[in-house]
């Protein structure tokens, strides 16, 4: 190579080492060619030798007593509701109706493995294809097998938590969040063997193995640390598929080496669950309490404490669901606790179809069930229904109340709860200080890199300057000095404070939520209908763990007293003396209006006085012949007399004092005497308020007659837009009155309405009997309007008022026959015009005297937010 170059400089020495130094690189290149090739040739003699050779060893013989002979099976009693038993529990089927088909189902052997080397098959025998409605969301894969191994207290779903692992059929090993890979894929007509080595004598003690067909799938694998020294049983979960489930004592595929099935196992190395049915029954547990008291957090106790419970609600399917790969999508404040909302886009969970599969299916299994429905628990018609599901012949049926004062129990559980909470908080805290510093310490280091690069550029500029001023080239200065990192003192303090509860969090009787255990509408309809339960409704038992009944019924009687005052009746509806009420309050209004304004027309006006006086003369004629008819001449002439004086005392009447009218004491307000109706100097103002008067009189009192609860004689003020808008199927408008306060609204409808109490919590009071004639809210209504006018007249002009009137409109609604108003709207020769939306408010207001009146106060909406889901007593 040196010979080769062709220039002087690169013959230089320069040249030369760089020549030898690429000429070692090669060589050393071609030794660690050489070395590679030698280790792949060794271990590949290596695996030819071991090509063929098992890892286990043949199973000596064991003399020990064994377990009894079919007592090794799958333990229906701790099963999803989907896990159908065939064949004496040998096969396995799913349900794949109403959305089951979605869902994993699960099932765990009787009997754990706790030393020894053990195996069990499975055999997947068919694989489904339910039928999927058009839209739906279809989560993959729909078929689905995972073989393994968990503790009996551990969760029936493989891969949730880390008490347990398995071997998925699409080539995975997991446990917990760790997914591995094995490329050990099985699947139909497969006999697949999960072999357990708990045997502390053997090479491959505390690992588990898989075979396919006889063949080994893949190599011991370690079990997790959680899980050594833990009895583990045989557990399965599938989707859309038949299994066999092979236990022994014969293999259906023989391993390379001998190897005892679990139905072989010697009695000491096993552990065999016995059944928890007592007496040969079910438990079937209702508890009880009130909302947003601890009842959720009181179930997941019991669950933790009782594993073998299979829980029955909504909540449950959801949780089921996310274990099965579907997720809820939640919507913000969607649902409650008792109720969630299903956002997964699986129609048959959103609709809740799913549900009522598992009300038909529940009570045919064995099982033990919890059903924490808290609503339909407290009611006794519900509470009932699932009485009559759950035959005291298979279950028995036990109501446990939670109410009063929590017992030590639940209260340390709580605070456990809470300080896990606490102590997972505060490690999010410290990691993410600890990436602050980090991020912090990066930038340092990015900085001061930054700044001896710019040190280094500029004492270069330098030292070329020098050269080419033949100076003298100036020397390496020091970097400064780095600072020191402070030391986080504070960390540290941190480091060492453990995390403990304040004693405002000690005190706590229940654990905070961020969501209502009942939503507000529900617990509207249903709460005046709770009640304790009783062992007359059916129940072998009902037990009182935190207070005595005593206590308990008192304190649900209060607690139902306080909703009383502060909930809305979701279930009231308008009775038919309101409406009948309503059409003639209508009906006289419209003719009051007419008179005032025939009074206001001159000619009208004299035209009604020439027709009274003409009335009135026929009359006296009439009854002048019949006097004299009957041979009364003097009757006749006295009666003459008498109409004589009459006339002259209506025409001293025509000169009222109208100032100081006492209008309590007008008999007829359509005539006061001299043909002026009471009502004649009313403005728009004055008819809103006489609308007003009768409209929250007549609300009050039939709120009082149609509920018809002494607890409940009237509603609070925050809920008068509620049952205004109930009643006459129109908005309160409070607005109109252009008042700041309610209370000055009261002013302006005194001796009519009043409020007790403060504020929005106080109850509206009607202060005329529910008797009252119309009659009498016209003379109120007049009363006010003169007191107004004299404060007007003395210069107070704070007593005018100004409603707010509603926009004008295209026609009246309802008029002619096209609906809104006459033209030709609805012909299509012109758009209809668009309505403001108080237009548009206006014209859904249905009166009650509409020539097609209303069957219903409340919109019915099919299938709605709020229609009636499934309870798992009830069919």
């Known amino acids: 190579s040196f010979f080769r170059l062709k220039t002087p400089v690169q013959r230089s020495a320069a040249g030369w080492r760089r020549i030898m130094a ?89 009997t754990g493995i706790k030393s020894g080397r053990y195996m069990f098959e499975v055999r997947i025998l068919e694989t489904l294809q339910p039928f999927e409605q058009p839209g739906a969301r279809v989560y993959m894969p729909r078929q689905l097998l995972r073989v393994g191994l968990s503790q009996s207290s551990s969760s029936l779903f493989l891969a949730d938590g880390l008490e347990n692992l398995s071997f998925d059929c699409d080539g995975t090993f997991v446990h917990h969040k760790s997914r591995t890979r094995t490329n050990a894929k099985f699947w139909k007509d497969q006999t697949v063997a999960l072999l357990l080595n708990l045997d502390p004598k053997s090479p491959n003690a505390n690992t588990v193995s898989l075979f396919i067909d006889g063949q080994r799938a893949t190599e011991p694998i370690q079990l997790p640390e959680e899980m050594k020294g833990k009895t583990l049983y045989p557990t399965v979960n599938y989707k859309n598929m038949s299994l066999e489930v092979n236990f022994g004592p014969v293999p259906r595929a023989a391993l390379p080496f001998t190897c005892h099935m679990l139905q072989q196992a010697a009695a000491e190395d096993v ?40 829980e029955l609600s909504d909540r449950m399917i959801l949780d089921w669901a996310a274990k099965s790969g579907i997720w809820n999508r939640k919507n913000a404040g969607a649902g409650s606790n008792d109720k969630p909302e299903a956002n997964t886009g699986v129609i048959a969970i959103d609709d809740w179809s799913i549900s009522r599969v598992m009300a038909a299916v529940a009570p045919t299994m064995p099982r033990n069930y919890v059903v924490p429905e808290l609503k339909a628990n407290l009611v006794p018609a519900e509470r009932k229904d699932a009485l009559e599901r759950f035959t005291s012949d298979e279950f028995q049926r036990r109501a446990i109340v939670l109410m009063g004062q929590p017992d030590d129990s639940y209260r340390e559980y709580i605070q456990k709860k809470m300080l896990e909470e606490k102590e997972w908080q505060a490690e999010l805290e410290k990691k993410r200080k600890a990436q602050e510093a980090e991020r912090k310490r990066q930038m340092d280091e990015r900085k001061r ?27 390496d200065e020091e970097p400064p000095e780095a600072p020191e990192a402070p030391v986080e003192a504070e960390a540290a303090v941190e480091e060492a404070t453990p995390v403990t509860l304040t004693e405002e969090e000690k005190a706590l009787k229940y654990l905070p ?39 308990c019924s008192a304190l649900l009687k209060s607690w139902v007293l306080e909703k009383k005052q ?89 000169e009222l004092d109208m100032e100081n009218l006492d ?35 007549l609300l009050i009192h039939s709120f009082k007659r149609d509920l018809d609860d002494a607890d409940r004689p009237s509603f609070p003020l925050k809920h008068l837009s509620y049952y205004y808008h109930k009643y006459y199927r129109k908005a309160w408008n409070f607005q109109q009155f252009s008042v700041p306060e309610f209370d000055d609204l009261l002013e302006l409808l005194k001796d009519s309405i009043s409020l007790q109490g403060e504020g929005q919590e106080g109850h509206l009071k009607a202060d005329n009997a529910a ?91 099919k299938g709605g937010p709020y229609a009636p889901r499934q309870s798992y007593g009830r069919g």
Request: with cysteine; charged share 35%; hydrophobic share 35%.
């Open 513 to 551: 939520s961020t969501s209502t255990d009942i939503a507000e509408r529900e617990l509207a309809r249903s709460y005046a209908s709770f009640a304790l339960p009783q062992k007359s409704e059916g129940f072998e038992k009902v037990e009182f763990v935190w207070e005595k009944e005593a206590a």
């Open 771 to 861: 008797d009252a004639p119309p009659e009498r809210f016209v003379k109120l209504t007049e009363d006010n309007r003169r007191e107004r006018q004299r404060r007007i007249d003395a210069g107070d002009e704070t007593a005018r008022l100004k409603f707010a009137r509603p926009a004008a409109s295209f026609g009246a609604v309802g008029a002619g026959s096209g609906g809104v108003g006459k033209g030709s709207y609805g012909k299509g020769k012109r758009p209809y015009p668009q309505l403001g939306a108080a237009q548009q408010a206006s014209a859904q207001a249905v009166a009650y005297n509409s020539n097609k009146p209303r069957t219903t106060y409340a919109p019915q909406t």
């Open 22 to 110: 690429e000429m070692e690189v090669e060589e050393s290149k071609d030794l660690n060619e050489e070395k590679k090739e030698e280790v792949a040739k060794d271990e590949a003699q290596e695996a030819e030798g071991n090509e063929g050779k098992e890892l286990e060893a043949d199973a000596p013989s064991d003399a020990r007593p064994k377990v009894k002979a079919g007592s090794v099976a799958l333990n229906f009693e701790e099963s999803t509701l989907n896990a159908v038993p065939v064949n004496g529990g040998k096969m396995l089927m799913s349900l794949t109706e109403g959305g089951m088909q979605h869902l994993l189902a699960c099932v765990r052997a009787n």
């Open 271 to 310: 552990e065999v669950k016995a059944s928890t049915r007592k007496d040969g029954k079910s438990d079937f547990v209702l508890p009880v309490a009130l909302p947003d008291m601890g009842y959720f957090d009181w179930v997941d106790k019991f669950l933790a404490e009782n594993p073998g419970y299979v």
């Open 449 to 475: 890199k930054a700044q001896e690069a710019q040190r280094s550029l500029e004492l270069a500029k330098k030292r070329k300057l020098a050269q080419e001023a033949g100076e003298e080239e100036p020397g």
């Open 566 to 654: 502060t909930q809305r009746a979701e279930d009231l509806v308008p009775g038919a003396e309101f409406k009948q009420e309503w059409q003639k309050w209508q009906k006289v209004v419209g003719e009051w209006r007419r008179s005032q304004s025939d009074f206001k027309d001159p000619s009208k006006r004299k035209a009604a006085k020439d027709k009274k006086a003409e009335d009135a003369k026929k009359l006296l004629e009439e009854e002048k012949q019949t006097l004299i008819e009957a041979g009364d001449e003097d009757g006749a002439k006295a009666l003459e007399e008498k109409a004589q004086a009459e006339a002259a005392e209506a025409e001293a009447k025509e």
């Open 663 to 697: 209008v309590f004491a007008v008999e007829d307000i359509q005539d006061i005497g001299n043909g002026e109706p009471l009502f004649a100097n009313f403005g728009y103002e004055d008819w809103i308020l006489l609308s007003t008067r009768f409209e929250l009189h």
